[in-house]
């Protein structure tokens, strides 16, 4: 072993860039090891700092039987699951992976030991308390999910801005990677608005900071102990960290955070364009002014885009006095505008540059947001193969162009549908049956459970606005 210290001080000398012949020199061995110790101090008080504000979360539910497993046991298999979150704010307010928590119908969060508060100096902490914690709202195009635990004056983290998050920046994950709590791992940026699938609006920084399942959820910060992203996925072929984790950036997070927090729901916007990347084809075939950027391939009848005087073959040059160098790069710009906000475009139309003033417009969100309000144990209605939730006005807030407000919405299907060629999806309203109003989930179970076999089903149901009648003989 001794052996190899001359060895191992000479390489850090270079990579501390300092001369070889320093090494035999104690002052400048003394000055290399301060460097160090100075960085290992900082990491560690770093880290003291991030910790209190993760927390391990375990999430108890259902998820349907799959092919295979063993008959009898049922619709719905009960699970866990492990994740990690971080603390935004010290009134409760908890950011996590929707993956973590989906179909839970029992979340609890461990929430770490504050710093000086377990007495004696042993290395083995004890473990935080376990607390409930619900969901006030989640947004599954970015597997985000706000949690509140009934806790305050806990220790959180800022967001930082991740627009101005660099290639090699310097970066830690926080959580609890396969259930081992208060992890801390370190790596690098290894890229920034890294698009996992072709034309997804959703982008990700990507690292090397070693992630492994449990890990979703936590915080992925900077060297100031910033939140920079949220640690979201991995890209592996063994199950485990190969250097390929992903994590949703601090500005997307900030917008589905705020959004949430304020109304319990995400609202995304859309101008009513479809912005396509130029090639070299495209713009050949079509005559463009220039082989690269952004082309409307469409703009909606009536849209804001429409009304703001854009036109299909227009060539985007600036969002917001950004200049548009593909078709994904504008998609990532409006979706992180919040609804009711205006954008600047700068377009080129022949040889004339114009500009477009453009109000920013909710779009129709996905119907599965409601699947994470309803648990088997009180949502099933098992003779329709759906769990469905009442038409509260939280509920009925989140249904675009909702013609009443009286019936059940349906949240979720079951694995198995009894109710023959009869498709109700999520997002459906059942409105009625067999002419008689629905009022609650507690009336459509019982008027369901009353009909006899071999008996006439009609369901008046609202789907995008639009009624229809859905007619079936009960099995």
């Given amino acids: 072993m001794k052996s190899r210290i001359p060895f191992l001080f000479l390489a850090l000398c270079v990579v501390l860039d300092l001369p070889a012949d320093l090494a035999a020199q104690s002052e ?53 699951v492990g994740g990690s979150g971080v603390i935004l704010g010290a009134d409760g307010y908890i950011v996590t992976n929707l993956h973590v928590v989906e179909g839970a119908g029992r979340i609890r969060v461990r929430l770490p030991i504050p710093a000086g508060a377990a007495p004696g100096e042993s290395i083995l902490k004890p473990q935080g308390k376990l607390v409930g914690a619900r969901i006030v709202g989640f947004d599954r195009e970015t597997d985000l999910a706000v949690l509140k635990v009934d806790q305050t004056g806990l220790p959180y983290l800022e967001l930082a801005d991740s627009d101005e998050v660099l290639t090699g920046q310097l970066v830690f994950a926080f959580g609890s990677p396969l259930g081992l709590e208060n992890t801390v791992t370190m790596g690098i940026v290894s890229a920034v608005a890294r698009q996992l699938r072709p034309e997804d609006p959703m982008i990700y920084l990507q690292t090397d900071a070693p992630i492994n399942p449990g890990n979703s959820g936590g915080p992925l910060v900077d060297a100031e102990g910033k939140v920079i992203g949220i640690n979201t996925l991995i890209l592996s072929q063994s199950g485990g960290s190969e250097g390929l984790g992903f994590a949703a950036p601090s500005n997307i997070v900030r917008n589905i955070y705020q959004q949430i927090k304020l109304n319990g729901y995400v609202r995304r916007g859309m101008i009513g364009v479809n912005a396509q990347t130029i090639s070299l084809p495209l713009a050949e075939g079509l005559g463009l002014a220039r082989d690269w950027g952004v082309v409307l391939g469409d703009v909606y009848p009536r849209s804001p885009a429409q009304l703001a005087g854009l036109r299909v073959g227009d060539i985007v040059l600036t969002l917001d006095g950004k200049v548009m160098e593909n078709g994904r790069q504008f998609d990532v710009g409006l979706y992180r505008t919040p609804v009711g ?135």
């Fill in 341 to 475: 906000a205006t954008v600047t475009l700068e377009v080129l139309r022949g040889q004339d540059t114009l500009r477009a003033s453009v109000t920013v417009l909710e779009r129709e969100d996905d119907p599965g947001r409601f699947s994470l309000m309803v648990t088997p144990d009180e949502n099933l209605i098992q003779r329709l193969g759906i769990l469905g939730v009442g038409l509260e006005p939280r509920v009925a807030a989140m249904i675009p162009g909702l013609r009443a407000r009286n019936g059940v919405v349906v949240a979720a299907r079951s694995p198995d549908a009894v109710y023959g060629r009869v498709a109700l999806a999520p997002g459906d309203v059942i409105r009625a049956l067999n002419g008689d109003p629905i009022a609650s989930l507690d009336q459509l179970r019982s008027a369901i459970n009353s009909i006899e076999p071999g008996q006439p089903v009609v369901l008046q149901v609202e789907r995008r606005g639009r009624l229809q009648f859905m007619a079936f003989e009960m099995e």
């Fill in 28 to 80: 400048g061995r003394d000055r290399a090891l301060a460097r160090l110790q100075d960085l290992s101090g900082y990491l560690e008080e770093l880290t003291r700092r991030v910790s209190p504000a993760v927390v391990a979360i375990v999430a108890t539910g259902y998820q349907p039987l799959q092919q295979g497993d063993a008959p009898g046991t049922g619709l719905l298999a009960r699970r866990q």
